[in-house]
Structure formats: C-alpha cells, structure tokens
C-alpha cells in the first residue's frame, strides 16, 4: 500500500481524531480510504448522469411523455 503524507486544517484533523475515537473507524487511514472511494463512486455517478445528459441532448427532441421516459430509464 503507498504511504502519503498530508498536511490537514485543525478543523479537519479534530474531525478525523474525533471519528476515529467514536469507533467510527480503526484509524485515520481507513477513514481517509474511506472518504476517497465515496469521492470516486459519486465521481462516478456524476460522469455518467453527465454522459446522459449529454447523449440525450444530442439526441433532439423526444415526444415520449415523462412516464415513457422514466419507464425506459428503469429498464
């Protein structure tokens, strides 16, 4: 595993101190790990909405009614 060293605001070291003390998480480490893959999945999510947007605005106009979309949407 790679080892990092990074500078933190007190703010934010207290808050991290302070999970890590809750039992929140084993350690600073695992709760840095933590935060960094929600960060990546919601990076995820927000490139895909982005690429549906995009698609469907290359698309034209549609004349499905809202529940036609959402149902093909759920498929």
Known sequence: MARQSISLTKPNDEWLKSQVEN?????????IND???QARKQQAQVDYIRLRI???????????TKEEIMNHLKK
């Open 23 to 31: 039992q929140e998480y084993s350690s600073k480490s695992e709760l």
């Open 35 to 37: 935060l960094v893959r």
């Open 54 to 64: 995009e698609k469907g605005e290359a698309s034209g106009f549609q004349s499905l």
